[in-house]
């Protein structure tokens, strides 16, 4: 009953972290695709640098919404340290839009906003995989767990040896094992 308890409380927190990075993301994917079609054509910015320019307002509005929501139960391990991870993964998930909207531009020669919104789709899809795992992994790090302390001294009233009774008259059940019939198992839901 316990495994399951702890299989469940795992998928639940996952669940949860799915769904607010995927609201945040939602989001950060609509300023992103928004602002890089009002940028190539609105403004009539080239088609890689108004990506690069929309993913970075993009990146700071996903960055503030994860930090803030999404990941806030997690370790902390400084704002400009994390920044500048978030940023660096960012960028390294910038290269598959920018791969695949540099294909379909200048080796397809296709210009219209249909197979540039094609071309920004794919590769967000495949950049936004790579940010949710590396997210997880090393900008918004797990809170460690602690072990509990234990006390020096025995409460009062408590036995102070193991296994030792507090009656002398008192026998354990024989279908009891002891302690030292116990063997531990390794938890199989923990991950090193």
Known sequence: MQLLRRAYE?????????IKFGLVGAIAFVI??????????GIGMGPLSSKVVATIVAATFAYLGNRFWTY??????????EYVLFFLLNG?????????IGFVSYSLGLHDA??????????VGL???FRFWSYKKWVFLAVPELAP???EEPAEGAVEKVGALPHSDVRPHPDVRSHSDVTAQPDPLTTS
Do not use: C, M, W
């Open 10 to 18: 795992r998928f639940a927190a996952l669940i949860h972290e799915l």
């Open 32 to 41: 992103d695709f928004g602002g890089t079609n009002l940028l190539r054509f």
């Open 72 to 81: 806030r139960h997690r370790e902390q391990s400084g704002l400009a340290r």
């Open 92 to 100: 390294i998930g910038l290269l598959p839009p920018l791969l695949t």
């Open 114 to 123: 249909v197979s540039y919104n094609i071309a920004q789709f794919i590769g």
């Open 127 to 129: 950049g936004t995989l």
């Open 149 to 151: 302390e234990k006390s």
